[in-house]
């Protein structure tokens, strides 16, 4: 069974920093497909930022510049580095993870560069992010 639980969210004042965490258990894959995503009040799940099987990093575009997503593999742990926090960045924090896809003789993540929701089957709790003026 794949669990991800976060944890790193808080409340900060515009311009802050924080750090989340998603622990992964159950989730062996070297070459993760992992990301991190939002929900504010009266919004959809968007995202913002993911990791692909080669290592590629993807963001949205309003976080571009001030976040960071990153991997510790030996610790099976996904990161994201959030600087210069905004007001609107104010949000519920999800990790997600999704099975790779073996074909042609390497393995892919079915996100194909995108940052769709719906390409995840793994999900963690989320953790709260607010960011205040």
């Known amino acids: 069974q794949v669990q991800l639980v976060e944890s790193g969210g808080g409340s900060v004042q515009s311009g802050g920093s924080l750090r989340l965490s998603c622990a992964a258990s159950?989730?062996?894959?070297?070459?993760?497909?992992m990301g991190w995503f939002r929900q504010a009040p009266g919004k959809g799940r968007e995202g913002v930022a993911i990791?692909?099987?080669?290592?590629?990093?993807i963001y949205e575009d309003s976080v571009k510049g001030r976040f960071t997503i990153s991997q510790d593999n030996a610790k099976n742990t996904l990161y994201l580095q959030m600087n210069s926090l905004k007001p609107e960045d104010t949000a519920m924090y999800y990790c997600?993870?999704?099975?790779?896809?073996?074909?042609?003789?390497?393995?892919?993540?079915?996100?194909?560069?995108?940052?769709?929701?719906?390409?995840?089957?793994?999900w963690g709790q989320g953790t709260q992010v607010t960011v205040s003026s």
């Open positions: 997600a993870a999704d099975t790779p896809v073996y074909y042609g003789g390497g393995y892919y993540c079915r996100s194909w560069g995108s940052l769709r929701h719906d390409r995840y089957n793994y």
């Open positions: 159950g989730y062996t894959y070297s070459s993760s497909c």
């Open positions: 990791v692909e099987s080669d290592g590629r990093t």
